[in-house]
């Protein structure tokens, strides 16, 4: 009787181990994906920011009769 009950918490014991390591994986997984996610997030806001900046230095370094110069030549009443 004592040996079959060793083997029957034996293999209790070897099921409970597969799924705890089945669980540990699916949640590094997880951690692994959402941290990648992030990082791309975090690429594209700084991307956006330095597109911005780009724009905003070309903007400021235009001046007022640079403007509308470039309004007259690019739109006129006829249109």
Not at 17 to 28: E, L, N, S
Not at 29 to 50: G, R, W, Y
């Amino acid at each position: 009787m004592g040996d079959i009950m060793y083997k029957f918490y034996f293999v209790c014991m070897l099921g409970c181990c597969v799924i705890g390591a089945f669980y540990c994986g699916g949640k590094i997984a997880d951690a692994k994906c959402h941290a990648q996610f992030v990082m791309e997030l975090k690429k594209q806001t700084e991307q956006s920011l330095i597109n911005n900046r780009n724009l905003n230095e070309k903007v400021y370094k235009t001046g007022v009769a640079d403007i509308r110069r470039i309004l007259q030549s690019e739109y006129t009443i006829s249109e």
